[in-house]
């Protein structure tokens, strides 16, 4: 066998291809950011507009390494993150996860545990934002344009979406105040909603922004702890009260019930127009079975 061959398969191999582009990307992310955050240095830009300039440069170097890696490896026209329809799937996105969150948050003020102590300038809003867009492109990069998609292309959309949740929520276990509860909760509201919206578009800027949105919201307006990370300053300076079912505790709104029970909704919506427009794919070993019938037949 040549090398030629041996280095065919191994990128034919839906396992190299994931770890290779986890590898490719994140170590791009890293990169960028680092050398970034050095030249920058040297400027007379204050942290904050250093942060948010570091994280557009991190985000844009990382989505073109994606591009250019999956382009070689396979062989394709990387469609997932093309400019087409790109306005359509970020507003779309946006508005999705600034319902969602809104609607969370609005449980809480109902139960009287949602106050607010004070209204900050605009300026307050520049760190969660960067770090909104920034976890949300690079997540949503390796979630559901890595992982996700190139499971489904064998074990078909339901089970790769079921796994790629599991993962999606077992990485927030390393967050701060997370509980099994809490990644659990991350699981289902962002695992399965993100992924639907993936098999929804077949494109990444509509997880992208709902992603953003919902974590913009949440920090940047509400004020709100985000994933059980330290609370920031965000638009407003806000003080949650009441039962943790309600108000999601020391990990924030993401891990309440109406935050579960809303996100659900909102999965199910997307399922729904995915299986009734034909989106969802078939697992692999189920379209030769089909075939074996068809061809006996």
Known sequence: MDNKSVKQKFLSNPFSRVILGILVCALTFIIAQNVVGKLIEFTSLNKDFRNLFKGIIASLTVIVAYKIFFRLVEKRKVTELSTKSIAKNLIFGTLIGVVLQSLTILVIYLTSGFEIVSINPISFMIIPFTVAFTVAIF?????????????????????ALIISAIIFGALHLFNPNSTLMSGTYVAIEGGLLLGAAYI????????????????????????AITS???KGNGLLTTKLTGPALITGGEFGPEGTIQAILFCSIATIILLYLCKIQNKLIQPYWRNNIMKAIVFKR
């Not at 997540?139 to 089970?159: A, P, Q, T």
């Not at 929804?200 to 004020?223: C, D, E, K």
């Open 200 to 223: 929804y578009a077949r494109n990444l800027w509509l997880p992208i922004a709902i992603h953003f949105a919902w974590n913009f919201m949440q920090s940047g307006v509400f004020g």
């Open 228 to 230: 059980g990370n330290e």
């Open 139 to 159: 997540e949503e990069i390796l979630i559901r344009g890595i992982i996700f998609r190139i499971m489904e292309e064998k074990l078909g959309s339901i089970i």
